[in-house]
């Protein structure tokens, strides 16, 4: 009989636990979260090749985070283009997919931020030597997905640091066709965010070199609807939860993103 007190003691406090939080009625009613990604950015998200399930970071976290806050979550496979539609238009309530915190994207969604990133440049390890600093860097042609921020962010670093010998910059549709032309020597180097490298690294041994430090530092966030005030509060609640009980930690570590990890979520730090 006391085993079975204990139990039920248990099971009250996680419900209460996961019901503390206080969601939009619409949602608290519906018991689930229709959640936007495209899973192709491991260690992320993306298809685990062996049984084609969803898996990465993102997808544990937004697990967890449906558990704290007690509903399911409703993955939705989406494009990149698709993803401000998506929330402006209410079809998903947020974006969980490697998504960058962007001043420029504050119009039409707020972002609860849970990693810090940035972008890096990497070239291949069979011409390591060639590049002992970013300095070497400077005149050569370096690809990163238009895409993304890292065109500006490379420029910026370019005139800041190579004078008159400039990054010859070249656009690429993502950062696989990036590290494609890398591979074929259409490139001298690359960039995408280090959160990525390390995964990629450990996926194809002895094909890449990191070279230097990222050289901006940008946020990933869970985009949310700019309207919906209580889903935003609810978010950063259940994100800070996970931080405060060791689940956050334990993902960083599964994913080898422990360089990248918040002390505590924030609302809106992308510049």
């Known amino acids: 009989m006391k085993r079975l007190l204990v139990a039920a003691a248990l099971v009250g406090a996680m419900t209460v ?11 608290a009613k519906r018991g689930s979260l229709k959640v936007a990604l495209v899973p192709n950015y491991p260690p992320m998200e993306f298809r ?36 401000m539609p998506s929330i402006s238009t209410g079809r998903v309530d947020a974006i969980l997919s490697g998504f960058t915190d962007y001043a420029s994207r504050h119009e039409i969604a707020s972002f609860v931020d849970y990693l810090r990133s940035g972008p890096k440049f990497f070239v ?3 011409r390591a030597s060639e590049f002992k600093d970013m300095a070497a860097l400077c005149g050569k042609k370096v690809g990163a997905s238009r895409r993304t921020m890292f065109p500006a962010e490379i420029e910026k670093w370019s005139q800041k ?7 010859q910059f070249v656009g690429t549709d993502g950062s696989a066709d990036a590290r494609t032309q890398l591979r074929q020597g259409r490139i001298d180097a690359a960039v995408q965010g280090n959160e990525t490298l390390p995964y990629l690294m450990d996926l194809e041994p002895g094909t890449y070199a990191p070279v230097g430090d990222p050289f901006a530092t940008q946020f990933t966030g ?20 996970l931080i405060a009980d060791g689940t956050y930690r334990t993902l960083l570590a599964k994913w080898k993103l422990n360089d990248n990890g918040l002390e505590k979520a924030t609302i809106n730090a992308g510049q």
């Open 17 to 27: 636990s996961a019901l503390a939080i206080e969601l939009p009625p619409d949602i």
């Open 48 to 83: 685990d090749p062996a049984t084609n399930a969803l898996s990465g970071f993102d997808i544990d976290l937004g697990e967890a985070i449906g558990r704290k806050l007690g509903v399911k979550i409703e993955w939705t496979e989406t494009s990149f283009a698709e993803f």
């Open 124 to 126: 291949q390890q069979s």
């Open 161 to 167: 640091n190579c004078g008159s010998n400039p990054i």
């Open 222 to 241: 869970i985009a949310l609807p700019v309207k919906e005030k209580a889903l935003q509060q609810a978010m950063l609640e259940a994100v800070d939860a």
